[in-house]
């Protein structure tokens, strides 16, 4: 389980002539993420996404507030054990271009003391889960940008975490790779893992999650199932429930203009 209480994260940007100011970019965010859940973290560009889920890996010290992370209802404190529990995927991982990908999991392995044996039943299974058996040997730099991101989530999951932590998973994948990470999430949750996971695809978030935390310009404006919004708002669509509630905290439409694209606006994107 993953409990954030009241997290704010602030930041000084430049102003005109040399003024400077601060802002939050997340503004008094709490929430909980409980084991065998999927919660869904939805926003427009800027909203906060990234920033909050950097404190929840803590990767990132909020500027107030407090993150709780339990595993088997044990609290985990130290931020190298808290590592070994996380499979964090930022939206601009940079890996060693001059590895394969199967050489990185290898290291991974290595790294967090797992045993070549179990290093390379699990790059096995990772392989087949990602279908990256055609270019798991070859080097990272030569990867289409589909290729790259499947192998950037791989080293999520490299060493089996009890918590996923995803930001934008599925950004530049085709519709197959998308679905295999989307059908992988949820036989993860059967396996009593917990996920966060960010994405700007509202139908991915609606098959996908849960739970759907709604965020704007560092606040929650909206959480529940799918189906609790719907009621609560009266609208059918994520996407019109989203537009309803970022227009009732003062939002505009430009706010909307990067979500809601689904598989059709993933192909357009990548053209």
Do not use: W
Not at 52 to 64: E, F, G, H, I
Not at 143 to 154: E, H, K, P, V
Not at 167 to 186: H, N, Q, R, Y
Not at 210 to 221: A, E, L, P, V
């Amino acid at each position: 389980m993953i409990i954030a209480d009241n997290l704010v994260k602030t930041f000084t940007k430049n102003e005109k002539k040399n003024k400077k100011s601060d802002f939050n970019a997340v503004d008094g965010i709490s929430l909980n993420v409980k084991e065998g859940e999927i919660v869904g973290i939805l926003g427009p560009n800027g909203a906060g996404k990234t920033t909050l889920l950097r404190m929840m890996s803590k990767l990132m010290n909020p500027t107030s507030g407090m993150v709780s992370i339990r595993i088997n209802d044990e609290e985990i404190s130290d931020d190298i054990e808290v590592k070994r529990h996380i499979g964090y995927l930022s939206n601009n991982t940079k890996l060693y271009g001059r590895l394969s990908t199967r050489e990185l999991l290898q290291m991974l392995g290595v790294i967090y003391g797992i045993s070549e044996e179990d290093t390379k039943r699990r790059i096995d299974e990772i392989s087949q889960v990602l279908t990256m058996d055609s270019f798991i040997d070859n080097r990272i730099e030569k990867l289409s940008t589909g290729q790259t991101q499947r192998a950037s989530i791989a080293r999520c999951l490299v060493h089996d975490p009890q918590v996923y932590i995803f930001d934008e998973p599925t950004l530049g994948l085709d519709i197959i790779s998308s679905a295999a990470i989307v059908d992988f999430m949820k036989g993860e949750r059967e396996r009593g893992k917990t996920v966060l996971y960010s994405t700007h695809y509202m139908e991915e978030a609606e098959y996908l999650c849960d739970r759907i935390i709604m965020i704007h310009r560092g606040r929650i404006i909206g959480e529940g199932t799918p189906e609790e919004l719907r009621m609560q708002t009266g609208h059918d669509s994520l996407r019109d429930i989203f537009a309803g509630l970022i227009a009732e905290n003062g939002g505009l439409e430009s706010d909307m203009s990067d979500l809601g694209k689904g598989a059709a606006g993933k192909r357009r994107a990548r053209r």
